[in-house]
């Protein structure tokens, strides 16, 4: 019997089942098995890898035009001597430091001064030379007429010359004594009224205190000493020039004596009153040369080359650094944006080249006032509807002086934390 031809295509064409199709159980269990593996691997490196946190601008469209004033605390730096400007090393929107010299008045007149002073000063030290050559001379003369009155003292003289090399001889040894004495106090330890130990301790070894015991001793005998020479040279020079006796020769010298005693002392006067004379000279030399008293930036120069001041008078204008900022006026809709202690930057038409690093420290909402619009249609501009905020400057090469009007544009940016896939 022959088949037909829809058998015949039965039987050649695959069956097809109805039924849909389902994994089986051990199948599941790989792929659940595969995704959880993965899953791990994957939470295991985003957890590892770095998370760098970049300052960047929220979004391109809040960037915004604004116009306004940097401002600041401007402070006079003055003359504490009176001159003449010779110098000046700055101009205003120049940045100094601390102690940087930013101006220089001219030395010429106290430099004459300070020279006359000098030579004086040498005049009246070689005329101090010659009074104690005098009165040694006066000496020796008021001996000798001592001496022929009472030939048996022939020896007092000596006495006397002894007495001050002994003098001179103790002094020395007292104050090496001393010296000693105050270096051995120094290495004891200074009693802690927290230390627990017994005072013997902290006081200092038994060494120790022997050697400061001992110093002590010899520095009390020094004294000692020092006042019996004293005494010698005392009733020696006492001996030759008493009252009590008299010769004409005698009474003559005892004048002369008393006159070059006193041109010694006003010889000794005028040295000390040249050397504070030039003491102040110098010192009025050192402060001819101005520095700057804080970090800061140069707003105003009050004086210029050739000009005289005086005691007081400003020099020159600085701002410090710290007190600087921008008073910025932007328009109403970067109000949705702005927050305050924001960073942000901005580019100054005054700098083209650069930008610089800002921080918002107050905003202040626009004025609703009820004739905005002929405001706005009067000045060309929608100043009056424009938000004011102040821009700390945050920026260490900023050099724009308080007072100076700028226009530019203001990029507010956020911290954002961005993933970084390392290679």
Not at 300 to 314: F, I, M, S, T
Not at 330 to 356: G, Y
Not at 383 to 393: K, T
Request: proline residues 6%.
């Amino acid at each position: 019997m022959k088949s037909s031809p829809l058998s015949t295509n039965e039987r050649s064409l695959p069956q097809i089942s109805q039924k849909p199709h389902r994994p089986r159980r051990r199948d599941l269990a790989v792929i659940l098995g595969l995704l959880i593996a993965g899953t791990g691997l994957s939470l295991t490196y985003s957890l590892s890898r770095p998370r760098i946190a970049h300052l960047c601008p929220v979004s391109s469209t809040e960037t915004f035009p604004l116009t306004g004033e940097v401002k600041g605390k401007e402070s006079e730096i003055a003359a504490i001597v009176s001159g003449q400007v010779e110098k000046i090393e700055v101009y205003p929107g120049n940045q100094v430091d601390q102690g940087q010299i930013v101006l220089q008045l001219s030395s010429e007149e106290l430099q004459s001064q300070l020279k006359d002073i000098q030579t004086q000063l040498a005049a009246a030290e070689d005329y101090q030379q010659q009074v104690e050559a005098e009165r040694e001379a006066i000496r020796e003369r008021l001996w000798a007429a001592y001496l022929k009155l009472h030939p048996e003292e022939s020896e007092l003289d000596q006495q006397v010359r002894n007495a001050d090399q002994d003098i001179i001889a103790v002094e020395r040894q007292l104050a090496t004594a001393r010296t000693e004495l105050q270096r051995a106090k120094g290495e004891v330890t200074t009693p802690d009224p927290a230390d627990r130990l017994p005072r013997r301790f902290s006081q200092g070894t038994p060494s120790q205190q022997q050697r400061i015991h001992q110093l002590e001793a010899q520095v009390r005998g020094l004294e000692h000493e020092l006042r019996l020479a004293r005494g010698a040279w005392v009733r020696a020079v006492s001996t030759g020039l008493s009252p009590y006796i008299h010769s004409p020769e005698l009474d003559a010298l005892r004048q002369q004596w008393v006159q070059v005693l006193d041109k010694l002392s006003n010889a000794k006067e005028t040295i000390f009153q040249l050397r504070m004379q030039q003491q102040v000279l110098e010192s009025r030399l050192d402060r001819l040369t101005v520095a700057s008293p804080i970090d800061g930036i140069i707003t105003k120069r009050l004086v210029e080359p050739g000009d005289a001041v005086g005691v007081g008078e400003p020099l020159l204008s600085i701002a410090a650094i710290e007190t600087l900022y921008l008073e910025a006026h932007l328009p109403p809709e970067a109000l949705d944006i702005a927050q305050s202690n924001q960073q942000a930057r901005v580019f100054l038409n005054t700098a083209p080249s650069q930008s610089f690093d800002v921080q918002i420290l107050s905003l202040d909402r626009p004025a609703d006032t009820p004739d905005q619009s002929n405001n706005i249609s009067n000045n060309g501009s929608d100043a009056a509807s424009s938000i004011v905020i102040h821009l700390g400057i945050n920026d260490p090469d900023w050099t724009i002086a308080p007072g100076t009007a700028v226009e530019g544009e203001i990029v507010f940016l956020d911290t954002s934390v961005e993933n970084s896939i390392e290679n």
